[in-house]
């Protein structure tokens, strides 16, 4: 059964992770994001992980977020991390995979944002 609300980590440009409660509702992502929403399978932890950004947040010239894991690209806007299910469904975010992004995404500095960009502040 699809969760009405789902305990997100947000990930919001120059800010340190949060965890919040999000409507699980298409509107609501979309909201949150600024825009139409791209989704994006992680599988860093083994778990069915989702980040959930603006698809054209680079476009809309939306502030730089972080790099990715690899440092080819760093993503624009506000996004946030949820959870998967075996349906394609967005549900709450287990607490350890949630402490485990959280620390993941917590060092971040406009440096390594321009290398993996190559853009100017």
Request: hydrophobic share 40%; net charge negative; charged share 25%.
């Amino acid at each position: 059964m699809k969760e009405e609300k789902i305990k997100v980590l947000a990930l919001l440009p120059m800010e340190l992770p949060k965890e919040i409660e999000l409507d699980n509702t298409l509107e609501a992502m979309q909201k949150f994001v600024g825009g139409l929403i791209e989704c994006i399978t992680l599988s860093d932890t083994g778990s069915a992980v989702t980040l959930v950004c603006n698809d054209e947040g680079k476009l809309l010239g939306l502030p730089l977020n972080r790099p990715l894991w690899d440092g080819a690209d760093v993503l624009a806007g506000p996004r946030f991390l949820a959870g998967c299910d075996n349906e394609g469904n967005l549900t709450s975010l287990p607490q350890s995979t949630m402490d485990f992004y959280k620390e993941k995404f917590r060092a971040f500095t406009k440096t390594s944002i321009i290398r993996a960009s190559g853009w100017c502040f």
